[in-house]
């Protein structure tokens, strides 16, 4: 991997992991604990539609998705609580509708276009200085907005009906979590690609709540998680010349397996070691 690191792309890439695996750990957290996986899957299909929008008009698609992808958000939260609709229904609609649109305007554009897959499968190799700015500072805009509405997340996350009680702006601060998730969902596109964006915002944020109870250290643990999983995927694709967004996914996914399978075998040691003393 040092040897790796005499590239510039190879640093970009790192450094994109290290990014990414921040805000997956802060939003990935508040996904699994409120059992929403399935909308950061929504949210990045839809924002597909984004992608189109860039091609179709001539302007970046990463903007196109970050737009897209915030709207599909909103619209999923506000939908889901204001109606009685089922929430996989209405996540299932807009997930078809974003890809709908965004292939139909991709259609309609002439030419080539070279780096389309890249958002579908990801191409952290390919990250520049440019997104890794960009990056940056939607890192930041989801800090600040996790630290300064940590309470009433952690309120909506635990206790609804209290929140409620309690005057918390629940509607709002269920928005804003799912806007936090679309900025969130526009990082890791760079990365691995909008197809398997609900992996590695989850898995490392689950395998921490296996081991961790308090939400704060769930979410270091998850951060670091994901450094890990990137790194070592970069490395090993490197080496074995594989698709760098799939051999991250792989080696977290092993990871999660692994701490499925450890988890018990560590709740019997305080109890082996008392037995046999």
Request: glycine share 10%; charged share 10%; aromatic share 10%.
């Amino acid at each position: 991997m040092i040897e790796a690191l005499q590239f510039d792309f190879m640093r970009n890439a790192l450094m994109a992991g290290v990014l990414v695996s921040i805000a997956c750990g802060v939003i990935g957290t508040f996904v699994v604990i409120n059992r929403i996986v399935f909308i950061s899957g929504g949210i990045a299909h839809a924002a597909y539609g984004g992608i189109g929008l860039g091609y179709f008009f001539r302007f970046s698609p990463t903007l196109g998705a970050i737009v897209f992808s915030a709207a599909a958000a909103l619209g999923m939260g506000w939908v889901e609580r204001r109606t009685r609709e089922r929430a996989d229904t209405i996540i299932g609609v807009m997930w078809a509708i974003g890809m709908a649109i965004g292939i139909i305007l991709i259609d309609l554009t002439g030419g080539y276009k070279a780096d389309l897959m890249s958002y579908l499968f990801g191409s952290i190799l390919a990250v520049s200085s440019n997104d890794l700015l960009v990056m940056l500072i939607l890192d930041i805009v989801i800090i600040l907005l996790a630290t300064l509405f940590y309470k009433e997340l952690l309120a909506i996350s635990f206790d609804e009906t209290f929140a409620t009680v309690a005057n918390v702006p629940v509607d709002a601060i269920y928005l804003t979590l799912m806007g936090m998730i679309a900025l969130t969902v526009v990082m890791m596109m760079r990365v691995v690609g909008l197809i398997m964006v609900i992996a590695l915002l989850t898995m490392p944020a689950a395998i921490a709540g296996q081991f961790v109870k308090s939400m704060k250290k769930m979410m270091i643990v998850a951060s670091v998680l994901g450094m890990l999983f990137t790194s070592l995927g970069l490395w090993l694709s490197y080496t074995l010349n594989l698709t760098s967004g799939a051999t991250i996914i792989l080696v977290s996914g092993v990871g999660y397996l692994l701490a499925v399978a450890v988890r018990p075998l560590l709740k019997r040691l305080p109890t082996t070691h008392l037995t046999s003393t």
